[in-house]
């Protein structure tokens, strides 16, 4: 009776998706931005990224096929999504020992520890950026400054972030519109002609990948536009209150991370709520961490901390906060 299989009551919802044609889509989506990066960073964002993929799919065959001795399941792609992702997270110019690195933890401690996928209650590649975030902080804040194909990769010229010169601009007693006439304009922004991750310079090509995902409906539009709500007004308050210690909403939405962990981060299946309105409360509270964050905290970023905190709550919003049930009659009153 051990194997007994127990289901939920009638109706079920059959669907054709599976794992591999999801992870298909994703991948598809973060096409343009893979792209975008090649152009701007050269050969070093194609060593990153191989490295990355190449690494996350062999640690989870090593641990799937001698460590748990179960099914081997690379072949959903989850391995390769998670491999795209971290190497989205990281400098062009990153040493790969510190890629693998990162790959052990994001497959072997944020994923496979828990029992794979669809049992990590964290982004996996979110856990293994913070913790080289963390282990390594200068080569993790070493950010190569986009100059196209021909970059080089250990030579590549650095620089600051638009998020970390005025952070730093702001502690040294500057003002907002003094710091603007030192980074690159919205524009360029958009298009991704600024520092930063290889996930970071092209707003435009994430934002393809976002309508493809829509129209595919890999995803729903909730927790994208909660996240980027939510961090549109609450910096929009900020900056109409003190437009000298605070910058413009456009600002925060196109720098740094916000728009990879809006759109591809938080729309995890896995670590993000099920319910549509579990999963406005859990873009807004990405949002509103973010903010807190960048605008008060140590760190110049905030999106990968405010995703991994809300991770931590989803179980909660899952358990409490549900749809109606099917036939269930609602009290108009």
Do not use: C, K
């Given at each position: 009776m051990s194997n007994v299989l127990n289901i939920s009551p009638a109706p079920h919802i059959f669907a054709k998706d599976t794992t591999r044609s999801l992870m298909?889509?994703?991948?598809?989506?973060?096409?343009?931005?893979?792209?975008?990066?090649?152009?701007?960073?050269?050969?070093g964002a194609i060593i990153v990224t191989l490295t990355s993929v190449v690494s996350c799919l062999v640690f989870e065959y090593l641990i799937q096929r001698f460590v748990l001795k179960g099914p081997v399941t690379?072949?959903?792609?989850?391995?390769?999504?998670?491999?795209?992702?971290?190497?989205?997270?990281?400098?062009?110019?990153?040493p790969v020992f510190i890629i693998i690195i990162g790959s052990i933890v994001s497959i072997g401690i944020a994923k496979m520890t828990f029992g794979g996928l669809g049992n990590n209650p964290f982004n996996p590649a979110l856990v293994g950026r913070v913790f080289l975030l963390i282990s390594f902080p200068v080569q993790m804040t070493s950010w190569p400054v986009p100059s196209g194909f021909n970059t080089g990769y250990s030579d590549a010229?650095?620089?600051?972030?638009p998020l970390a010169l005025v952070k730093e601009g702001l502690k040294n007693g500057e003002s907002v519109s003094d710091l603007m006439h030192q980074v690159p304009s919205h524009m360029q922004m958009f298009y991704g002609h600024m520092g930063g991750s290889m996930g970071e310079v092209a707003a435009a090509a994430l934002i393809l990948g976002l309508i493809y995902m829509l129209i595919r409906k890999t995803i729903t539009w909730h927790i994208p536009v909660a996240v980027l709500g939510s961090i549109a007004a609450f910096?929009?308050?900020?900056?109409?209150?003190?437009?000298d210690k605070n910058a413009d909403p456009m600002f925060h939405l196109l720098t740094g991370g916000v728009m990879l962990g809006a759109i591809f981060m938080a729309t995890d299946y896995v670590t993000s709520p099920m319910s549509y309105k579990g999963m406005i409360i859990f873009g807004v509270g990405i949002g509103v961490l973010?903010?807190?964050?960048?605008?008060?905290?140590?760190?110049?970023?905030?999106?990968?901390?405010?995703?991994?905190i809300m991770n931590a709550f989803v179980p909660l919003m899952n358990k409490y906060i549900k749809p109606v049930r099917f036939g269930e009659e609602v009290s108009n009153g």
């Open positions: 298909l889509d994703v991948i598809i989506a973060l096409s343009p931005a893979l792209i975008a990066s090649i152009y701007y960073f050269g050969y690379i072949t959903d792609g989850s391995a390769v999504v998670t491999g795209l992702l971290l190497a989205f997270n990281l400098p062009s110019n990153m010229v650095t620089g600051a972030t910096t929009a308050i900020l900056w109409l209150i003190n437009p973010t903010v807190i964050i960048r605008v008060f905290g140590a760190y110049p970023e905030g999106i990968s901390f405010a995703i991994l």
